[in-house]
């Protein structure tokens, strides 16, 4: 190879192709290839089939003249080189067949389905077998090329390939019946079943079918089935039979009564016997699907009048559910083990599940219900989801993993026309694969990530709906007496998602014992509380603490009349269980507050006027101090228990929830601050120094979180004519008696006051007067300490003070004239060894919430050095809160609407799941959490579900990958 070639052969492999040597030769083959028909075969599914197909092709009809069609028709362009780069086997018919790659041309396809009278008439020129061949693939390109470029949905595509099957047959059939000499002693009709029936068919799959006859008048019947069994015999073959132009499919009719060991075809009373003495469950459940397909129409239709109503009546039969049930755990059982991770139609979470849960559903309520009747599994869904036999929510993510999932069958097929259910493992397969459905960014990782996430909702979702005893109940209309086994509720609460049932068996055994007003009431509510539980992440968890609290409340009667009576209540109560850590344990301390739930205005958070005028009166009635703090404590969680449960809810956005809790820590330090003022005066008497908290951090800034410390500083004056050490002594017991309150054990979560905020941080006093805070700054302050105080918020305690601090630092922290291009050398230099060495060891970069890579720390302090530039002159980013200095600043044009949402996007989402991680968990975490439960949990909270967390953490790295390229390009320029 020259060194022009192989410079050629490297700019290919960029471009996508993994066999850049054979692209090239490939292209000198092919002739004059314009660098945008390459650029073009490099976007398709697999560049290099379709490259080396597109060159076969061209061979056969001429490279000028292939690709004079390829420049003067785009659409014909697009369509072909899709085909070819998804379907190996298709591009080998249009070697064969070059003359029909004009078929694909703007003015030859057709852009909607082709009608299926319209298709037999297509498919009936056909005189043999070649020719049946032929037409068929030709066909398939059409419906392919249709399918590839987004013309058809997934469902118009399977019912074209199921049309196109079923008008095949009846092309067959015609042919069959030309060769044989006896055809017209009987009448012969195929009825399609299976996937041809329900209008679902694949793109290489068996054709599943039966056989009936009728011997015409005066035939003799012995005749009559004999010619009726060789055209039966005939059109298999003539559809799998291998010619010079291949094959189409195999022909299975091994649905019919008594399967491989009955007579291939058999009358219609014969089919009517057998149904109404020997057919079992799983006969019937196949006759869902019944449709004529070919041959005599009438006998067709007779069919289905026959035997369609036998279908209805099947699940009153003994053991229906546990036949169904049984089926379904043979399938798996026959899978081999090496493929039933990789099975995509019978493993666990696959699409048997789908179309058992879903024909199951249908043969149990379709009894009274003709709108659940349909053949097709999707219309069936969509029809249960109608009538209220499938939660909307299940259904809709049924439906949509079921259609990911045909899809994928679909992509796997068609590159070879191979009938196969097995997902590859080779790299290059699940790359070509994955490119065909859309993913372009490591498509063979975010393929078998998707593939996973739906099985795993078809998994839940499936075993919710099919193995739920309800269903027996359902199928056998029992009157009376009707109890579950051990062992059967113990099925249906591994279903719900229960880790443990016989743990779970014996919380429900506990709650529903006796004959109390409180067990009967309880028995009458729990199976709905279970189905909610089992929407949640944890529901052992849930049903555990429910006990808890049924237990602690004992015969309240609000409470069992707010669960009986109010149902939104109750749902709410068991979704914030299973939940939340945090909040169930909040509620556990003090059970009352299940009182908030199911009134929205009892989940608001209080004013903030209001909540501090509460913990005043609360602290002011205790002449006890320890009583007083006790009584600010409790004011304190239960306020965290109503916007706990709020944001679990959903009731709250990030800022409204930061808001809220700022305002209960604020309200919780001033009633500290009475509490502890009091017990100093108690032991020391009147206080001679006035005293502020001043808020720092984002407590500071309006946007604490629930893992936040309270970060404050304090400061005293000391009264005039007091004595100064013991002013500072008083102020100094005053800080280390609140901190001291605060943090102690108790029933109610402790709040750790951080003061090392504070000038000279943990070396300097813990308390200084407001003149030592004012010699500080105008001597020794620091810029980082400036940058501190950018949060700062004066807003507890005595109200002149702080009037007075607020007025000391705003010209530090907005100083005139802005920060000196040193201070913002010096600003850089901090925020580069903040990001170089206080992350700590072993923790991954890009996933550090506070840290990492466009996290909370990248984003303030872009912020914050706007602020310290330019607050001086724009008064709006003089604020303390983060976001209002940023919209301010993209209001001034400092930074671009565009890099200012992406700054936004990413606060708000890491702080949206720092939050959620504490609710979760009941305590926080520096980083994005790893274990797969853990995700689904925060995943639940933030709104993504739980089988939602792979995007969920997409999101996050794509969210702050954007939001540190701001952050590089206006902090860091």
Request: with cysteine.
């Amino acid at each position: 190879m020259t060194i022009d070639a192989r410079e050629l052969a490297l700019a290919l492999a960029r471009k996508g192709f993994r066999n850049g040597e054979g692209a090239v030769q490939d292209l000198m083959r092919l002739g004059d290839v314009p660098d945008a028909l390459i650029d073009q075969i490099a976007g398709v599914a697999s560049p290099d089939t379709a490259l080396a197909s597109l060159t076969s092709i061209a061979e056969r009809l001429g490279g000028s003249t292939l690709l004079d069609l390829l420049a003067h028709d785009d659409q014909l362009r697009q369509r072909l080189l899709v085909v070819l780069g998804t379907s190996e086997a298709l591009g080998d018919f249009l070697t064969r067949h070059p003359e029909h790659v004009v078929d694909l041309s703007t003015d030859s396809l057709a852009v909607t389905p082709i009608r299926l009278d319209a298709r037999r008439g297509q498919m009936a020129e056909a005189t043999n077998a070649d020719e049946l061949r032929i037409s068929y693939y030709r066909k398939l390109l059409h419906i392919a090329a249709r399918d590839l470029t987004a013309l058809t949905s997934f469902e118009e595509s399977s019912a074209e390939l199921s049309d196109l099957a079923v008008a095949t047959l009846g092309a067959a059939l015609r042919i069959a019946q030309a060769g044989e000499d006896d055809a017209a002693l009987c009448r012969f009709t195929i009825m399609a079943m299976g996937k041809t029936g329900g209008r679902e068919l694949n793109y290489l799959s068996d054709v599943d079918v039966i056989f009936v006859y009728d011997a015409c008048e005066g035939a003799d019947d012995g005749a009559a089935i004999a010619a009726a069994t060789r055209l039966a015999a005939s059109v298999m073959r003539l559809c799998h039979e291998h010619t010079g132009e291949g094959t189409i499919w195999e022909v299975d009719a091994n649905l019919r009564p008594e399967g491989k060991n009955g007579p291939l075809v058999r009358s219609l009373p014969s089919h009517i016997a057998y149904y109404e003495r020997w057919a079992t469950t799983w006969e019937f459940q196949a006759l869902l699907k019944a449709r004529y397909a070919a041959g005599d129409e009438e006998l067709g239709q007779a069919y289905l009048e026959a035997l369609s109503p036998m279908i209805w009546t099947a699940s009153t039969r003994d053991n229906f559910v546990s036949d169904v049930r049984a089926m379904r755990r043979r399938v798996i059982d026959n899978i081999p083990a090496s493929h039933r991770d990789r099975q995509l139609k019978l493993g666990a979470g696959g699409l048997r599940d789908v179309e058992f849960a879903v024909q199951l559903l249908q043969l149990v309520h379709g009894r009274a219900d003709l709108s659940l009747r349909s053949p097709t599994t999707v219309e069936a869904l969509k029809a249960l989801i109608e009538g209220g036999y499938v939660g909307r929510r299940d259904g809709a993510a049924m439906e949509e993993a079921y259609e990911f999932l045909r899809t994928l069958e679909h992509r796997i097929q068609l590159f070879r026309l191979r009938r196969s259910h097995i997902v590859p493992d080779e790299v290059e397969d699940l790359r070509r694969i994955g490119r065909s459905m859309g993913f372009r960014q490591n498509p063979a990782d975010s393929l078998t990530k998707e593939w996973q996430a739906h099985r795993r909702i078809v998994r839940r979702l499936h075993e919710k709906l099919f193995y739920q005893p309800l269903l027996e109940a359902v199928a056998s209309l029992p009157s009376a007496g009707l109890r579950l086994t051990p062992l059967a509720a113990e099925q249906r609460l591994t279903a719900l998602g229960f880790i443990d049932p016989k743990g779970a068996m014996a919380h429900i055994q506990a709650l529903t014992s006796g004959l109390s007003r409180r067990a009967a009431i309880q028995k009458s509510l729990l199976p709905a509380m279970l189905a909610w539980f089992a929407e949640s992440p944890d529901p052992d968890a849930g049903l555990l603490a429910f006990r808890k609290i049924s237990e602690g409340l004992g015969e309240t009667h609000w409470y069992l009349r707010k669960l009986r009576d109010e149902g939104e209540g109750a749902e709410q109560l068991a979704h914030v269980l299973s939940s939340s850590r945090y909040v169930t344990e909040l509620i556990l301390r003090a059970p009352d507050s299940v009182a908030l739930l199911g009134d929205d205005s009892g989940l608001r958070p209080l004013e903030r006027d209001r909540l501090r005028t509460e913990v005043d009166l609360a602290a002011s009635r205790h002449k006890d101090p320890q009583d007083a703090i006790r009584a600010v404590r409790r004011v304190r969680r239960r306020e965290l228990s109503r916007i706990g449960i709020a944001d679990v809810l959903g009731r709250l956005d990030i800022l409204e929830v930061g808001e809220a809790l700022t305002d209960v820590s604020t309200a919780t330090l001033a009633g500290a601050l009475t509490a502890a003022t009091s017990a100093v005066e108690a032991d020391r008497g009147a206080m001679p120094t006035r005293m502020s908290i001043v808020l720092m951090g984002r407590l500071g800034g309006g946007e604490a979180g629930y893992g936040s410390d309270a970060d404050v500083m304090f400061v005293h004056d000391p009264i005039e004519g007091a004595d100064g050490t013991e002013a500072a002594e008083a102020a100094m017991a005053v800080a280390q008696g609140l901190r001291r309150m605060l943090a102690a054990p108790a029933d109610d979560p402790p709040l750790d006051v951080d003061a090392d905020l504070r000038p000279e941080g943990k070396n300097g006093p813990l308390v200084r007067t407001f003149t030592a805070y004012r010699a500080y700054y105008e001597k020794w302050s620091s810029v980082w300490e400036a940058q501190a105080l950018l949060r700062a918020s004066a807003t507890v305690g005595d109200a002149q003070l702080n009037e007075r601090f607020t007025a000391l630092i705003d010209p530090l922290r907005w100083p005139e004239g802005g920060a000196t291009p040193a201070e913002v050398r010096e600003i850089r230099r901090i925020k580069a060894r903040v990001d170089s060495e206080r992350l700590p060891r072993g923790a991954n970069p890009n996933t550090h919430l506070k840290l990492g890579r466009g996290g909370l720390a990248d984003v303030e302090w872009t912020v914050q050095l706007l602020q310290m530039q330019h607050a001086h002159e724009i008064p709006a980013m003089r604020t303390t809160r983060t976001l209002d200095a940023l919209h301010a600043a993209a209001e001034a044009d400092l930074l671009s609407q565009v890099d200012a949402q992406a700054l936004e996007s990413a606060w708000r989402l890491v702080s949206r799941i720092r939050n959620a991680v504490v609710l979760m968990r009941g305590k926080p975490a520096e980083s994005m959490v790893e274990q797969a439960s853990e995700r689904a949990g925060v995943a639940h909270l933030l709104g993504y579900g739980m089988e939602e967390s792979e995007r969920m953490v997409d999101e996050y790295l794509r969210t702050t990958r954007q939001a540190r390229k701001v952050v590089e390009r206006i902090f860091y320029e």
